[in-house]
């Protein structure tokens, strides 16, 4: 009787050290070819969100900045967060639609050693455009490197903030004690462009200071709105992993670190 000798399979991942380059604009990162790791400086242009189904509205709706004009604070919010992974960043929707050449749900979180996902409130995956002066590429950026780039404010801190603020809009609470709607908390306090006024931040500021329940939801808010301010901002330094095989528009560079360049 002749024994066949069969082949083992494995069940784990062997981390492969990834090769590192430093670009020195964005038109080098985009022209890369291999997968690696790549650092860069560049200026925030936008946030797309990359959502499919047909209720979602026009195509121009999901871009966050001419949004932010309209004031339509809480339904990008409802956008930006829903129920899924902390570890992975995968959303726990069954009518998610395959958007990043994955499948709707994933059964098995393959960053945890247990397999299993941990489920809470999350940062949807969304694409942040950013440029320089040669080129503009979308970065993927997935619900921990979303929680870097609005200031360390996790998904559960902006919607238990903007629930409670419904709660108490709808007792009635609608004063100027910072419990107003957003409609009456921005009005005189922005530029004519949107964009939080000097007198608004130091306001914010200045509530904190003096003991006042910190509103992560506006906070939050204010955050997007000087992120997306195009000729005010400084370049940022963002770390990247590229992966050759995927397409710019199905995230070919997965955002991994972000820093703020020291002047």
């Known amino acids: 009787m002749v024994l066949q000798k069969r082949q083992l399979v494995k069940n784990w991942k062997v981390n492969k050290e990834m090769k590192y380059q430093e670009c020195i604009s964005v038109s080098l990162v985009s022209s890369l070819t291999i997968s690696c790791k790549a650092t860069f400086s560049a200026s925030v242009g936008e946030i797309f969100l990359p959502l499919t189904s047909e ?13 932010l004009y309209m004031m339509e604070y809480d339904k990008i ?3 930006l967060i829903c129920t899924g992974c902390k570890l992975c960043g995968f959303p726990m929707n069954m009518e998610e639609r395959n958007v990043f050449g994955q499948i709707r749900v994933s059964l098995y979180c393959q960053k945890s050693s247990s397999r299993l996902h941990t489920l ?6 969304f694409m942040l455009y950013v440029w320089d ?62 964009t939080p006024s000097d007198q608004e931040v130091n306001q914010r500021l200045n509530n904190i200071k003096q003991g006042e329940r910190t509103d992560f939801y506006k906070i939050w808010v204010i ?17 990247v992993n590229v992966n050759s095989e995927l397409s710019q528009e199905n995230g070919r560079f997965e955002l991994i670190g972000m820093t703020m360049p020291c002047v």
Do not use: W
């Open 77 to 79: 919010m409802e956008d």
């Open 133 to 194: 002066e040669s080129e503009c590429i979308p970065l993927l950026v997935t619900n921990n490197c979303a929680e870097i780039l609005f200031g360390n404010i996790t998904a559960e801190q902006v919607y238990t903030c903007y629930r409670d603020e419904k709660i108490q809009s709808s007792n009635g609470r609608n004063s100027d004690d910072g419990t107003s709607t957003h409609a009456k908390a921005s009005k005189g306090g922005e530029s004519s462009d949107g």
């Open 55 to 67: 209720s979602d509205g026009e195509k121009d709706q999901r871009f966050i900045r001419r949004r």
């Open 223 to 239: 955050l997007l709105k000087m992120l997306l301010r195009h000729e005010s901002n400084s370049p940022l330094k963002f770390t």
């Open 120 to 125: 809470c409130l999350i940062y949807r995956k």
